[in-house]
């Protein structure tokens, strides 16, 4: 990572009051974690890159497949509608989703079930768990008209607001877990190395500095799924979401959970082919590895390990129903109806091909979908599955 010359201000470095928080920090407890610098960088309750309105969709820092098209709400209400026969064929169905956004997707999702399925309408609950007091906002806006009619939509800050077991119904994510703080390592000839983040007073750059792992479960991460790095090989380890995995398992009684976000199988994520790690970072529809400069003014992702999200859903009683990724997701609910008399050139129908594009958000997008409580339940989005589940746990030596 090449450093920034030593007249960068603390303005090209970030927001400077988080560059100076950033600096203090390090200054009384020593260099950070990556995970500890991603966190504060993007979560930072008063500068934080997720608390300070951040723009997404058109003219923003990046795209969801939400803000791609409604479609894509809308073919998830479809398959969410379908899960409840078997989830909840009476009573209160329960979606709650992780990390809503702008709210865009539960809008598209709510008006579909409102259009498609008024009978689940009139027996849901919606829930969101969202720790941004300012993103709580744009989502009740975006959310109002629902409100209005009456439909329960409900805010919580975080899953331990929800006791353990309370949901029956369906637990949604859709681009959340790559957004959670991640270690870095890299293997040297001698073992795995951390990568933890230092400031030099000299550069006027934060800078990186190699040490043997602060956390044994970051070296266990590789142990458990039977992985080893080449050397020179960085990597990222995302121990938050293995905790969320646990966390939210235990608090679902019967249904489903579905993780939509772009990774990878772990032998896919962490093959030698991957030699510098997936961590990239969003900035006006501009993608770049350098999570030193606009701190707090850009997103920091890297991508998902789908195997350790099972391994780790099937301690807590999670099966898995199927892996997909979302090309075929939203071909088997039926996307190639919305192309029906469309002129191939025009802007809709560019669009809707944006979220099936291979290479793109058709490929490097993956649905992994888990059952509790529960048989596997038939899933249309399921019909066509390029994983096969050996691949998803292809070399994790704690798969039993």
């Known amino acids: 990572m090449a450093l920034l010359s030593p007249d960068k201000s603390t303005v090209e470095l970030g927001h400077p009051g988080l560059v100076q928080k950033l600096i203090a920090r390090i200054n009384q407890d020593g260099p950070l974690t990556f995970a500890e610098f991603m966190e504060m960088a993007l979560y930072d309750p008063e500068f934080g ?19 791609v098209h409604p479609i894509y709400g809308n073919l998830l209400a479809r398959q969410l509608a379908q899960a409840a026969i078997e989830i909840a064929p009476s009573g209160v169905f329960t979606i709650l989703e992780m990390g809503a956004g702008l709210g865009t997707l539960a809008g598209h999702l709510l008006a579909a079930l409102q259009r498609e399925h008024p009978r689940l ?18 989502q009740q806006e975006c959310l109002l008209p629902f409100i209005q009619n009456g439909i329960p939509v409900r805010w919580l800050p975080d899953l331990a607001a929800l006791p353990p077991d309370s949901i029956s119904g369906a637990i949604l994510s859709n681009e959340l877990v790559d957004a959670f703080p991640v270690h870095r390592v890299v293997q040297r000839p001698l073992g ?7 400031w030099s007073m000299a550069l006027g750059a934060f800078i990186e500095v190699e040490a043997p792992p602060g956390d044994p479960a970051v070296q266990h991460y590789f142990e458990r799924l039977g992985l080893r790095l080449e050397d020179g090989q960085r990597a990222e380890v995302n121990l938050e979401s293995l905790d969320w995995m646990r966390q939210i398992a235990r608090r679902l009684t019967k249904g489903i959970v579905l993780t939509v976000d772009y990774g990878h199988t772990a032998s896919d994520l962490y093959s030698p082919l991957r030699r510098d790690g997936t961590l990239l970072c969003y900035y006006r529809e501009t993608v770049s590895d350098n999570p030193y400069v606009r701190i707090g003014l850009q997103d920091i992702t890297a ?15 999670l099966r898995v129903t199927g892996f997909t990724n979302q090309l075929h997701f939203l071909m088997g609910l039926g996307i190639e109806g919305a192309f029906a008399g469309l002129d191939p050139e025009s802007k809709e129908s560019l669009f809707l091909r944006r979220l099936l594009r291979p290479g ?33 746990y292809s070399g994790a030596a704690a798969h039993g």
């Open 49 to 67: 890159y997720y608390t300070t309105d951040p723009v997404i969709g058109a003219g923003g820092d990046y795209w969801t497949s939400s803000e």
């Open 121 to 138: 309408l009139d027996r849901l609950q919606y829930l969101i768990i969202e720790r941004s007091a300012g993103m709580v906002r744009r």
């Open 192 to 198: 795995l190395r951390e990568i933890f983040v230092g």
């Open 303 to 317: 991508h998902v390990d789908f195997t350790s999200l099972a391994l780790i859903g099937e301690q807590e009683g």
């Open 360 to 392: 793109g958000m058709g490929t490097t997008f993956k649905v992994l979908i888990q059952h509790k409580g529960m048989a596997a339940p038939v899933l249309d989005g399921l019909k066509s599955r390029p994983f096969l589940l050996d691949a998803l």
